[in-house]
């Protein structure tokens, strides 16, 4: 090691030797920060589900079906229609899935207080946030934004 | 140069040197390499939430298809062309909101000349109303462009059988996009009064003479009205 000091090649050598250390050291740190930076999105895959089911129940007109009996507060039919909105979500998600659903008026710009499905949910840490267009109630142009919260339990 | 590699390489030290050097380099390569590849890997910066930017994209569509059956139900009630024109320029002004607040600023539009809404003579069977329009979507933010022209034909039409036996066979049709499917979910009343059965296939059973008016209220509260001559 002192011979090595001593000569100017050995100088030179330890000298290269610690740079590319140092290169190497900071090589990886960078490989390190790269990876933790490309972590796949920890947001579950499941709204894609979830969208696929809105559409279905949309398609089959049970959206606004819905949002006109609450609008027009026909009791039974609000229970009928929102059982199966909330049946075909559960259905979407994972076991452990919930979600808070409510309507909002695009018009006036207000939520529809009774549109709430799950209303009493507190979500979970993990949010995913999806929206929902529909232009047509009962063959009138009413725009209705749905809004829903879902989130994995635990 | 050439006096310090010949040194280099006739000395032990230096032959040590020089193999430390080569696999330092060759590490280096190596991991410069490893680093670029995961630089380029699709997970870097990916498009926040793509699919739902997807998603909001299709659902400005099925939001489109439901102004035409507005379109067909106001039509149906008696509103005329200017009225459902001013539904149409409603309807693309809250999508475009809708798509503007999901950070996809867009421009829908449509040329009202070429829109078709009508409404088939109440005499002539089958009737039959009917939506034609073109839509021209685009749509350019950081996260997606996207350009679409959306064709959207549309109609529903009634029309009733010959007799057999005593009995008349109404059928209700949806056409969209050139695919023919059976409207099971109608409610069919005739004037004089006489019970008309939903066969739940698209089909409806009802005992139908000349003067007789079939009235159909439709999914989306679109109306079709056939008098019997």
Known sequence: ?154 | MIVMTKNLTKNKKGQVFLLLAITILIYLIILSATVYRITQSPYIDPSPNSDQLLNYVDNSISALEELADVSMSQFSLGADRDAVLDIIDNGISDIDAYLDNHNLPSNISYDSLNLVITNSSTSINPVRIKFVAEFTIHINSLDLVYDAIITINSSYFLEYSSIIGNQNYIYIYQEKNDITILVDEAIVSVTPSITVENMGDGSYLADLDTGYEITAVLPHNIILTLNIP
């Open chain 1, 1 to 154: 090691m002192k011979r090595l000091s001593k000569n100017k090649k050995g100088q030179l050598f330890v000298i290269e030797a610690f740079i590319a250390v140092s290169v190497m050291i900071i090589m990886v740190t960078a490989l390190y920060e790269v990876q933790l930076a490309t972590q796949p999105s920890v947001e579950p895959e499941f709204h894609k589900d979830v969208y696929s089911t809105l559409q279905a129940l949309d398609v089959n007109g049970f959206l606004d079906a819905y949002i006109y009996s609450v609008v027009n507060v026909i009791t039974d039919d609000i229970t009928y229609y929102r059982g199966i909105i909330t049946k075909a979500l559960y259905g979407a998600l994972p076991d452990h899935g919930e979600f808070v659903l409510y309507y909002e008026d695009l018009q006036t710009s207000t939520e529809v207080p009774n549109s709430y499905i799950n209303e009493l949910l507190t979500p979970g840490d993990s949010v995913v946030s999806l929206d929902y267009l529909i232009t047509e109630v009962n063959g009138e142009y009413a725009p209705y934004a749905i809004h829903m919260l879902v989130w994995l339990k635990g």
